[in-house]
């Protein structure tokens, strides 16, 4: 029997932030993927199929920009509890994965991390950098639309 090839990329890419913003209001705004390309530059859309925040079990589709491709991805929600987590995994031509968010009350804010798994089939070695500037600056842009909207 044949063993199957390792992937030749496979990572893991983990931010975490204080939002000066109530959990709950933190929760419900990064639960619903239609709603992300207001804070992730490479998010294009999504379609849920559903107003607000998503099941666990439920699934839908997405794309994305990757290095000024448009890419169109599986998604299933995986976990969803709230107010402290959520997690869906995706299937596209070039990667599969996850997204997790975890989230935390501390003090009258909230401790939000994020963790993106993916792996590839492809070379895609460039790669890690470039989604490591567009994290960083989706967690800027998370962070500055949540605190608009507690104050």
Excluded at 23 to 42: F, S
Aim: charged share 20%.
């Amino acid at each position: 029997m044949e063993q199957r090839q390792q992937h030749l990329l496979d990572e893991l890419i983990c931010h975490e932030l204080y939002i000066d913003a109530p959990i709950d209001t933190v929760y419900y705004y990064v639960t619903q993927p239609d709603r992300w390309y207001e804070w992730h530059p490479a998010s294009l859309r999504a379609d849920t199929g559903l107003a607000g925040s998503l099941p666990a079990g439920h699934r839908f589709s997405k794309t994305i920009d990757l290095l000024g491709l448009q890419i169109h991805m599986s998604c299933r929600v995986l976990v969803a509890v709230f107010p402290k987590e959520f997690k869906i995994v995706f299937s596209s031509p070039p990667a599969d994965g996850s997204i997790h968010y975890q989230l935390r009350k501390y003090g009258d804010g909230t401790l939000f991390k994020r963790s993106l798994h993916y792996c590839s089939d492809l070379n895609l070695s460039g790669l890690r950098p470039r989604i490591e500037h567009l994290s960083q600056l989706a967690l800027a842009n998370l962070k500055r639309n949540l605190e608009d909207i507690a104050h």
